[in-house]
């Protein structure tokens, strides 16, 4: 598989939580199994860090997708954004990305 392919599938597999309905981001999840992903990425950053955590839970009691705690599948950071409010203000926000595999 070229490269340039392999980038494009694994971009499709990232699940991004933002401001809409959880159920929103449930059924993007069901939508990247039914299209057979062998790994899902889930992505969060400020306070919907906790929503990434229910739908990595989400995925595991009803999906049985595994998520070993391991570096590779959690990642925690924070990153460093420019103020929307103040001019030359930096602000800095949490990010987490769990990755799940299917069994």
Known sequence: M????????E???II??????????LMALNAILIKGAKTISIRGRGKLTSRV???????KR??????P??????????EE???RTEQGRKTFVTSMEIILDRP
């Open 2 to 9: 070229p490269t340039d392919v392999k980038k494009e599938t």
């Open 11 to 13: 971009a499709q597999n």
């Open 16 to 25: 991004r939580m933002g401001r809409k309905p959880f159920s929103n981001y």
């Open 53 to 59: 955590i229910d739908l990595a839970e989400f995925g």
């Open 62 to 67: 009803v999906h049985g997708l595994k998520c």
């Open 69 to 78: 705690i391991d570096p590779e599948h959690w990642k925690v950071s924070t």
């Open 81 to 83: 954004l420019e103020s």
